[in-house]
Every structure is written in structure tokens, then in C-alpha cells.
């Protein structure tokens, strides 16, 4: 499966930004889809992750109640809606899948989001 992220983008503290990740190839309804980010300096780091059969979602507790994930099934993509954004929360997200009870192997290639305080 193939990944592509987008949407990232500069906003001040306190407002909002959608990033997108499409995938195409083989993509299976057993798959997990999930963000990731990593700020510079720092390890990169579990933001979000989605079921893609019944869209179960889990969170980091850093995001809890700021940031949602979804997906639409018919157009292949899968959503990280931020809300509330803090400075913290810059850095270069990433989408990945895996496949149930593996590993991300498929990575896309990141995008940048940046909060100014």
C-alpha cells in the first residue's frame, strides 16, 4: 500500500488544521491506519491510530480531546482533524499503516505542521 500525507501548514496556538493521508494499492479492511510525529530532536512519536474495517480509534494522551482521526472508506483516506494546537505540537506527521497484529511497515512521506505561539 502506498501513502501519501498532506495538509500540514503554519497556524498560531489555539487554532486548527486536517492533515489527509491517501492511500492507494493494496490496502485491506484488516489494515490499521495510524500518525505518527516526530518534533526535531526528539524520537518520533504515536499520535493516533484507526481500524479501517469498523473504525475503532485510540489516542496519545498528548492529543486526547484536541485531535480526531477518521476515515471514508470510499475515498481511501484517512483524516487527523487537530484542534487546539500548541506549539508542542509542531513537528513532521506521518501516516502508516499496518497490517492487524503487525507492524507499521508502510509509511507516507510526512508533512510538516508548525504552531507558532
Known amino acids: 500500500v502506498q501513502l501519501q500525507a498532506s495538509g500540514g501548514g503554519l497556524v498560531q496556538a489555539g487554532g486548527s488544521l486536517r492533515l489527509f493521508c491517501a492511500a492507494s494499492?493494496?490496502?485491506?479492511?484488516?489494515?490499521?491506519m495510524g500518525w505518527f510525529r516526530q518534533a526535531p530532536g526528539k524520537e518520533r512519536e504515536f499520535v493516533a491510530a484507526?481500524?479501517?474495517?469498523?473504525?475503532?480509534?485510540s489516542y496519545a494522551d498528548s492529543v486526547k480531546g484536541r485531535f480526531t482521526i477518521s476515515r471514508d472508506i470510499t475515498r481511501n483516506t484517512v483524516y487527523l482533524q487537530m484542534n487546539s494546537l500548541k506549539p508542542e505540537d509542531t513537528a513532521v506527521y506521518y501516516c502508516a499503516a499496518r497490517v492487524a497484529g503487525g507492524e507499521f511497515d508502510y509509511w507516507g512521506q510526512g508533512t510538516q505542521v508548525t504552531v507558532s505561539s
Open positions: 494499492g493494496r490496502a485491506s479492511s484488516s489494515y490499521v
Open positions: 484507526i481500524t479501517w474495517s469498523v473504525g475503532a480509534t
